[in-house]
């Protein structure tokens, strides 16, 4: 499965937990995550997908983008990290991914994100 595969499986794996959904209950935001070249759109409201768009879309705005080549998303998805790619923030030290736009929503609910963004890991140790 590619990354942009296994992060498409996103919407099915934040439904599947209930404690995340519940800590992200303040958060409403529109966000852009790429995996390699595949741009994601994510419309959450009140910790809910309520978009979820693969692909390019013109004149799509977000309030930030988190961006990140598939080798540094296959390795921040393992089970168990290796350090330098367990957290958002050691992707960026390391020069592996890139963050910009309006981080006050990122910051804000900074647990949040670390936790959906890797959420991905529990699909490492199937097919």
Do not use: Y
Not at 9 to 37: F, H, K, Q, Y
Not at 84 to 96: V, Y
């Amino acid at each position: 499965m590619s990354p942009a595969d296994r992060f498409a499986r996103l919407p099915d794996l934040l439904a599947d937990d209930s404690d995340l959904a519940r800590r992200g209950r303040w958060v409403t935001v529109d966000c852009r995550i790429d995996i390699g070249e595949q741009p994601f759109f994510l419309g959450l409201e009140n910790g809910a997908l309520a978009a979820f768009e693969r692909g390019t879309r013109l004149m799509r705005s977000s309030a930030f983008t988190i961006r990140a080549d598939e080798e540094a998303w296959t390795q921040h998805w393992q089970a168990m990290p290796a350090p330098g790619w367990h957290d958002l923030f050691a992707l960026t030290k390391r020069g592996a991914a890139t963050m910009e736009g309006d981080f006050r929503p990122l910051l804000q609910h900074l647990q949040f994100f670390k936790d959906l963004l890797a959420l991905p890991r529990r699909l490492s140790t199937e097919g």
